[in-house]
């Protein structure tokens, strides 16, 4: 899990992929974590991107070194049941002026299972990474 969170912090801003309906989405993000062996995402509970994933987990996330590496990370969006992620991950990306009691806004974290994880060189082989 290391390798994935370092890549994606290395990068800055991933992507993540969803479906609404039958139509693809796509969204920069930038929220991210490592802890108990996961790499840990987070959304917000009023953003589609969040209604979508409820609606269909299955998710990718994409990401690129400025080396020119880029990774594929795929799998089933399993939320977090404790608000811990959350929390941390708040604090440390100061985003406590969105998600707070008053204005009623929840992150909601969660991580990849039964996820594939490829760094893939421009021009070479691509590695598995879990």
């Known amino acids: 899990m290391s390798k994935i969170n370092d890549f994606l912090t ?8 969803t479906t609404d309906g039958d139509q693809p989405k796509l969204r920069p993000l930038g929220a991210h974590l490592e802890a108990d062996g996961k790499v840990i995402f987070g959304v917000g509970d009023f953003k589609d991107v969040y209604k979508q ?4 987990p299955l998710v990718e996330i994409a990401a690129c070194k400025p080396d ?8 089933k969006a399993v939320f977090e049941s404790d608000y811990k992620y959350a929390e941390q991950m708040i604090k440390a990306l100061k985003l406590d002026q969105i998600y ?10 969660f991580h990849l299972e039964d996820a594939k994880a490829v760094d893939i060189a421009v021009m070479g082989e691509g590695e598995n990474l879990l």
């Open 10 to 17: 290395e990068a800055g801003v991933f992507f993540l992929a």
């Open 53 to 56: 994933m409820t609606a269909n």
């Open 68 to 75: 020119g590496h880029w990774l594929r990370y795929t799998g």
């Open 100 to 109: 707070n009691e008053t204005t009623g806004n929840k992150l909601m974290t």
